[in-house]
């Protein structure tokens, strides 16, 4: 497959990258490096320096490429900064998102593989969640995410665009090439591993939720684990595979959670560090964040039926060991 990446400069779409290129893919890069490292890139991969909202350039380096199908990573997405700066979340996620669409529409690539996010289900009724649950996003990224998948659907229904829609939880850990550098950081794990680095407290959000320990409980998949999923629905978005539709007439996105199965504390995610980097890690206890709910877990019930994925990466020391130890090796993050 050709197959078109955006985002594939950033945290999760450059691990994606790397198992593509592994599995024999021809991969072409789509970033505007706002966020991503142009070092996070795999040397078998083309990149195209350029923003996904930018409908005549995408158009024509999918024609260029003549790209098969793309997996649609890129995005704008800390969820404080979306309700400061909303306008930003819906120019590039809603109206870039749209602009791609459009591109792919004009140079007649009809797959397509979205990262969408929990964050679409806001505070959920029950637990584990499943594809079939209320989406009701509490913030504005959820909300631009959900404008997304809300396109992609009309486009298979009118246009017969042909989808997968994953929908993930807390992505963790690192491939030994890939690792995750965000600035800022907002992730928990990569706080976790910061505070063991430099001795400084890490906070965290409340202990008073009704959850075991009374911290948040989050379900953690592996960035690799990940990456065998992109795989998977991709191959699923073929014109001859019923899991996408017909091979001609209207189609519906396959909306898959992807998750561990299994829920973490934040105290759990702190303990494994602490076995992890081989000493304490110094924690404070601050209010609870707002629009945090006590527990959020997937169910991935459907992509293991139907996508026939299972996580191979479900052991939490495994997991954040292997960002331990890409930390370690690039205690600089990327070099550009
Ligand atoms: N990391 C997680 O825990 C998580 C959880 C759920 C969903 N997601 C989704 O996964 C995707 C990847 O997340 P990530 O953690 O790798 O983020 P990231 O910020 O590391 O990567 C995003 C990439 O997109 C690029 N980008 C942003 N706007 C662009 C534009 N207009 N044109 C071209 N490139 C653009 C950035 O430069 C960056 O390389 C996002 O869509 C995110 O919403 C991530």
Same mark, same amino acid.
């Given at each position: 497959m050709r197959i078109l990446v955006t985002g594939g400069a950033g945290y999760v779409g450059s691990a994606s990258v790397e198992k593509f290129l592994e599995a024999g893919h021809d991969v072409t890069v789509l970033d505007d490096l706002s966020t991503g490292h142009?070092?996070?890139? *795999? *040397? %078998?991969a083309a990149l195209e320096v350029v923003s996904y909202g930018d409908r005549d350039a995408v158009q024509r380096i999918l024609e260029g490429r003549r790209i &098969?199908?793309?997996?649609?990573?890129?995005a704008k997405s800390i969820v404080g900064e979306s309700m400061s700066d909303p306008a930003k979340y819906y120019r590039e996620n809603v109206a870039g998102g749209v602009a791609l669409l459009e591109a792919m529409r004009v140079a007649r690539v009809n797959r397509i593989v979205f990262s969408s996010?929990? *964050?679409?289900?806001?505070? $959920? &009724?029950?637990? $584990? !969640?499943?594809?079939t649950d209320p989406v009701r996003p509490i913030n504005a990224y959820g909300e631009t995410k959900r404008s997304v998948e809300g396109a992609i659907r009309w486009y298979g229904h009118c246009y017969g665009l042909r989808s997968v829609i994953l929908r993930y939880f807390n992505v963790a850990g690192a491939t030994r090439d890939h690792g995750e550098c965000h600035v800022p950081e907002t992730h928990l794990i990569p706080n976790v591993l910061a505070a063991a680095e430099d001795g400084r407290e890490l906070n965290l959000? %409340? @202990? @008073?939720? $009704?959850t075991p320990d009374g911290t948040c409980v989050r379900d953690y998949i592996h960035v690799e684990d990940l990456a065998s999923a992109h795989l998977l629905a991709l191959e699923a978005? *073929? $014109? &001859? &595979? !019923?899991r996408t539709g017909p091979q001609s007439g209207p189609c519906e996105p396959l909306i898959c959670n992807l998750g561990n199965g299994s829920g973490f504390s934040n105290r759990q995610i702190v303990a494994a560090s602490e076995i992890v980097v081989g000493h304490p890690i110094k924690v404070k206890i601050g209010p609870r964040r707002a629009g945090d709910p006590p527990v959020l877990v997937a169910s991935s019930a459907r992509a293991t039926e139907v996508l026939g994925w299972r996580p191979a990466h479900t052991d939490l020391v495994e997991i954040i060991g292997s960002a331990w130890a890409w930390r370690t090796a690039n205690p600089a993050g990327y070099r550009d």
């Open positions: 142009r070092a996070a890139v *795999a *040397a %078998g &098969d199908a793309v997996l649609h990573c890129g996010t929990a *964050a679409t289900y806001g505070m $959920p &009724d029950r637990t $584990p !969640i499943s594809e959000f %409340g @202990d @008073d939720y $009704p978005t *073929a $014109p &001859d &595979d !019923i």
